[in-house]
C-alpha cells in the first residue's frame, strides 16, 4: 500500500505562481486530480515513469508536471493561476497504469490518492 504525501497548497492571487509537490513511487503513472465542492473531481495532469506527460486542456501552457528523481518527488509547476484552478488538488500513483495518447487516465485508473491540498487564487 503506497502512502502518497501532498504538499506546497496554499493561498495566491490571480497571475501568481505555486509549487505542488508529491512523494513519488515507482509505479508507471502519476498524476494530479482537483475537485470543487459541488463538483466531480477532473484530472490536471499525468507523467509516466519515462517522463511523458500529458495535460487538460485549461492548464496546457500554465502548468508543468514532471518526476524529480533526484528527490524522488513529482512536482506540479503552477504559474499564471485563475480564480477557477481553485480547489483541493490531490495526488494519484496507477501502479500499472500506462500513459497512451488521448485523454488523462480517468479518476477510477488510480489505485493510490493523498489526502489532498489546498489552492486558492483569488483577488
Known amino acids: 500500500q503506497e502512502q502518497m504525501v501532498e504538499s506546497g497548497g496554499g493561498a495566491v492571487r490571480p497571475g501568481e505562481s505555486l509549487t505542488l509537490r508529491c512523494e513519488a513511487s515507482t509505479s508507471a503513472c502519476m498524476g494530479w486530480f482537483r475537485q470543487v465542492p459541488g463538483h466531480e473531481r477532473e484530472g490536471v495532469a499525468a507523467v509516466a515513469l519515462a517522463g511523458r506527460s500529458r495535460y487538460n486542456d485549461s492548464v496546457k501552457g500554465r502548468f508543468t508536471i514532471f518526476k524529480d528523481k533526484f528527490k524522488n518527488t513529482m512536482i506540479l509547476e503552477m504559474s499564471n493561476l485563475k480564480p477557477e484552478d481553485t480547489g483541493t488538488y490531490y495526488c494519484?500513483?496507477?501502479?500499472?497504469?500506462?500513459?497512451?495518447?488521448?485523454?488523462?487516465?480517468?479518476?477510477?485508473?488510480?489505485?493510490?490518492w493523498g489526502q489532498g491540498v489546498l489552492v486558492t487564487v483569488s483577488s
Open positions: 494519484a500513483a496507477g501502479e500499472w497504469l500506462l500513459l497512451i495518447p488521448g485523454p488523462l487516465p480517468r479518476e477510477d485508473q488510480y489505485e493510490y
